[in-house]
């Protein structure tokens, strides 16, 4: 069963124009979520988890249990925003991470 | 970067071969993983393991074994059982416990042909 959907594979915004990587999960439990990132020729590493409720490089992402959501937002793109972002999921009752399709994010100068 | 590694960054097999994929980590972490990444699949888990000498299968873990004799490293061998071999891995560590952030690798390309 697909626990993390992530709808968009592609998304292409100006610089400067707001930007919403969209998440969904499917899970009864208390999750945790998390975003990570995948910039060229880097790791994938961890961008934000919204346990911290943290803003990281301008993003953020708020997590919505009536909507079973936890979308990635920025007010203003940026250029070196351009990468592939996967959002992420770890049960409460375990230590294995379901992670999203992704998407490709394209900030068009 | 650093702290964990893969070798090689790029393999390649003949079809019926059995060929195992090095994850190291020298950051004391307890859980290990290795990841499959195809194209429009994101990452699926093959196999995990949170602590030394016990492992778990993860959702695609057929065709794959693993071994943990070792904290700081965690080997992947991709059997000829097998169907569908060809994909990028990433092995990743964490501390043990719930939420704790995972620590990619730099990944493994195998071409099996």
């Known amino acids: 069963a697909q626990r993390v959907t992530q709808p968009e594979k592609l998304l292409s915004v100006f610089k400067g124009a707001p930007v919403e990587l969209k998440c969904n999960y499917s899970?009864?439990?208390?999750?945790?979520l998390f975003w990570y990132v995948q910039y060229s020729r880097q790791r994938l590493q961890l961008l934000l988890r919204?346990?911290s409720r943290e803003s990281i490089k301008g993003f953020t992402a708020d997590l919505n249990k009536g909507e079973t959501s936890f979308h990635l937002k920025k007010p203003f793109a940026q250029e070196e925003d351009s990468a592939m972002y996967y959002c992420?999921?770890?049960?409460?009752?375990?230590?294995?991470?379901?992670f999203g399709t992704g998407t490709s994010l394209t900030v068009i100068p | 970067d650093g702290g964990i590694t893969q070798s090689p960054k790029y393999l390649f097999r003949k079809e019926g071969q059995n060929v195992t994929l090095s994850c190291e980590q020298n950051?004391?972490?307890?859980?290990m993983y290795w990841y499959r990444q195809d194209p429009g699949q994101g990452l699926r888990l093959i196999y995990y393991s949170q602590i030394v000498n016990d492992f778990q299968k993860g959702d695609i873990a057929e065709g794959y074994s693993v071994s943990r004799e070792k904290k700081e490293s965690f080997p992947l061998t991709v059997t000829s059982a097998q169907k569908n071999p060809t994909a990028f891995y990433l092995c990743?560590?964490?501390?043990?416990?719930?939420?704790?952030?995972?620590?990619f690798g730099p990944g493994t390309r195998l071409t099996v042909t």
């Open positions: 919204h346990i």
């Open positions: 899970y009864s439990g208390s999750p945790e």
């Open positions: 950051l004391n972490h307890d859980a």
């Open positions: 992420a999921l770890i049960k409460n009752t375990g230590n294995q991470f379901y």
């Open positions: 990743a560590s964490s501390n043990r416990g719930y939420s704790y952030e995972q620590y």
